[in-house]
Every structure is written in structure tokens, then in C-alpha cells.
T-cell receptor, first 111, second 115 residues
Framework: GENVEQHPSTLSVQEGDSAVIKCTYS??????FPWYKQELGKGPQLIID?????GEKKDQRIAVTLNKTAKHFSLHITETQPEDSAVYFC??????????FGAGTTVTVRA | NAGVTQTPKFQVLKTGQSMTLQCAQD?????MSWYRQDPGMGLRLIHY???????DQGEVPNGYNVSRSTTEDFPLRLLSAAPSQTSVYFCASSPNGPGLSYEQYFGPGTRLTVT
């Protein structure tokens, strides 16, 4: 099955700086790559997703890039704010609904 | 809309006991799924359903049963609880389909402890 690896496991950034989280996947048939944000005590929530026919997608301060050849994708958060502190999960899927998740990255934004 | 609701929020079981985790959604989503979340392991898919009457196994199905008799409800049954099933359980739903969003909407979770 699909194996998704996510790095780093923890990330501490100064408010206003950028944060980057990287994921690799093993199944070249995967074609859907969402990112979820989980705040303490809540369920994960989708923040951005990308399909394999697109190399980059941006939504305000967050962006995702995909390199199909290398089988890796990354989440970029610019101008980080305290409310960006959370656990972020990448995921991969080849049929949209069976997601394989990475282990998660705990992001802490220091004021 | 209440979205995805899960009950109970917390549960403590003794080894060997059985119980059902409830999940309901009021968004008329066809796709529903159950995940467990363990430290350092992300979320792992237990079972999923692409519509009423249709269920299938995910990555870690052993020890769990599901059924989907209605579009709204997708209960998860633990047949004989084991300490290895101590985890946080999330239910999710998605409209999923051509022309529809593939976003999965997660419930608030059930924290289960098996002693």
C-alpha cells in the first residue's frame, strides 16, 4: 500500500517567518494530495489540496508544491501567525477517498 | 447543519468488553470512514463506506466491524476490546464524486482507553 513520510515531526518558527513541511509518497499512482490542519482537541480540517496534473497551488498565505517525478510534495506557510500553531498532516490517495496520512508535524509559532 | 457528530467523547473499557462508537452526518454525504490516531503514526484508515449498504476494509481493520444501513449513520463496533485499541477515533464524511468536493469532514473524535 501507499507509504507517506512527513518531515519534520516538530517545527518551531518565529512569528512572521515561513514554515515548510515536506512529504514523500511511495505509490506513483497516487494523484490527490491534501493537507489537513488539526487544532488541539479537534478533528483535522482540510486547508489545501493539489492534484497530480498541477505543480503548484496557492491560497493566501499557504501554498503546496508537487514534484511527481521525485514523488514529493510540500506545504509552505508564509508570514506565520500564532493561529497557525497546530498539527499538520499531509496525505496521498489514488482514488480520492482512501487517504494515507503522514505522521504529522507539530508547528509552533513563537510570538 | 451539525456536520459530523460522534458519541461518546470519552470512553473507558476493560479488556474483552465490546462497544459501539457512533457517527452521524447530516450533509447527505455518500462517503464515510473511520480512522484511528495514535502518537507519531498519523491517522490510519480502519473501515470506509462509499454508500449505504457498502463497506470495505482500510489499513487496520482487525478487531473492528462496521455497517452502513443509512446514508447518515456509520457505527464502529469493537468486538472484544484490547489495550492496543486505546486510541483517538475519528469519523469522517465526504461528498466525493465527479464534480463534487473530495474534502473529508472530520468529527470531533472519541478518546478510547482500554485497561
Amino acid at each position: 500500500g501507499e507509504n507517506v513520510e512527513q518531515h519534520p515531526s516538530t517545527l518551531s518558527v518565529q512569528e512572521g517567518d515561513s514554515a515548510v513541511i515536506k512529504c514523500t509518497y511511495s505509490d506513483s499512482a497516487s494523484n490527490y494530495f491534501p493537507w489537513y490542519k488539526q487544532e488541539l482537541g479537534k478533528g483535522p480540517q482540510l486547508i489545501i489540496d493539489i492534484r497530480s496534473n498541477v505543480g503548484e497551488k496557492k491560497d493566501q498565505r499557504i501554498a503546496v508544491t508537487l514534484n511527481k517525478t521525485a514523488k514529493h510534495f510540500s506545504l509552505h506557510i508564509t508570514e506565520t501567525q500564532p493561529e497557525d500553531s497546530a498539527v499538520y498532516f499531509c496525505a496521498a490517495s489514488k482514488n480520492d477517498y482512501k487517504l494515507s496520512f503522514g505522521a504529522g508535524t507539530t508547528v509552533t509559532v513563537r510570538a | 447543519n451539525a456536520g459530523v457528530t460522534q458519541t461518546p467523547k470519552f470512553q473507558v473499557l476493560k479488556t474483552g468488553q465490546s462497544m459501539t462508537l457512533q457517527c452521524a452526518q447530516d450533509m447527505n454525504h455518500e462517503y464515510m470512514s473511520w480512522y484511528r490516531q495514535d502518537p507519531g503514526m498519523g491517522l490510519r484508515l480502519i473501515h470506509y463506506s462509499v454508500g449505504a449498504g457498502i463497506t470495505d476494509q482500510g489499513e487496520v481493520p482487525n478487531g473492528y466491524n462496521v455497517s452502513r444501513s443509512t446514508t447518515e449513520d456509520f457505527p464502529l463496533r469493537l468486538l472484544s476490546a484490547a489495550p492496543s485499541q486505546t486510541s483517538v477515533y475519528f469519523c469522517a464524511s465526504s461528498p466525493n464524486g465527479p464534480g463534487l468536493s473530495y474534502e473529508q469532514y472530520f468529527g470531533p473524535g472519541t478518546r478510547l482507553t482500554v485497561t
